[in-house]
T-cell receptor
Framework: NAGVTQTPKFRVLKTGQSMTLLCAQD?????MYWYRQDPGMGLRLIHY???????AKGEVPDGYNVSRLKKQNFLLGLESAAPSQTSVYFC????????????FGDGTRLSIL | AQRVTQPEKLLSVFKGAPVELKCNYS??????LFWYVQYSRQRLQLLLR??SRESIKGFTADLNKGETSFHLKKPFAQEEDSAMYYC???????????FGKGTLLTVNP
């Protein structure tokens, strides 16, 4: 049982390049989330999904797009990367129900030059 | 709006000393509170959730609705407790988490 898997683990981009981060979970969870972690800022929600085919904006959605074509996968896209998007990105998933915790991936460390 | 405040960015204690990491929240409904721990450059792991009232690795946390707090406590800190600790609140039907900014705990030998 792998849990939540993120690919890639590291990436360096040049300003203006595009890329997609992949999150996969094998726990049959309905809800999935993308966060960014920055020093002194904690984790901030970028986008989330409450089920296959649905997406919604979080706290800091600008510059990012997401897609949830399959229940197990949640993709985060950067169309035109900017240095301000240098961060560690975490994906998480959870099942429904009171008190259910979110399960996190190992993170993707992204640097934009 | 929901908000989580962790007033201490850094906390340093000696091994064997008691430790308390503070967490205060703001939420109009009935919140669900969690503590997550992140060891150096690793994924976030669930440490505690208020709904289960459990003790994990010697840590406990009690939800105080009157003071809107969910402080994390351990009577005798160990060096392996050194990590970043995040308090998080979940409210509403979409199970989104709002995180505090984290407290970096260092336990010195």
């Amino acid at each position: 049982n792998a849990g939540v898997t993120q690919t890639p683990k590291f990436r360096v981009l040049k300003t203006g390049q595009s890329m997609t981060l992949l999150c996969a979970q094998d726990m049959n969870h309905e809800y999935m989330y993308w966060y960014r972690q920055d020093p002194g800022m904690g984790l901030r929600l970028i986008h989330y999904s409450v089920g296959e085919g649905t997406t919604a904006k979080g706290e800091v959605p600008d510059g990012y797009n997401v897609s949830r074509l399959k229940k197990q996968n949640f993709l985060l896209g950067l169309e035109s990367a900017a240095p301000s998007q240098t961060s560690v990105y975490f994906c998480a998933s959870t099942r429904t129900g009171r008190g259910q915790p979110q399960h996190f991936g190992d993170g993707t460390r992204l640097s934009i030059l | 709006a929901q908000r989580v405040t962790q007033p201490e960015k850094l906390l340093s204690v000696f091994k064997g000393a008691p430790v308390e990491l503070k967490c205060n929240y703001s939420y109009s409904g009935s919140p669900e509170l969690f503590w997550y721990v992140q060891y150096s450059r690793q994924r976030l792991q669930l440490l505690l959730r208020h709904i289960s009232r459990e003790s994990i690795k010697g840590f406990t946390a009690d939800l105080n609705k009157g003071e809107t707090s969910f402080h994390l406590k351990k009577p005798f800190a160990q060096e392996e407790d050194s990590a970043m600790y995040y308090c998080a609140l979940s409210g509403g039907s979409n199970y989104k988490l709002t995180f505090g900014k984290g407290t970096l705990l260092t336990v010195n030998p």
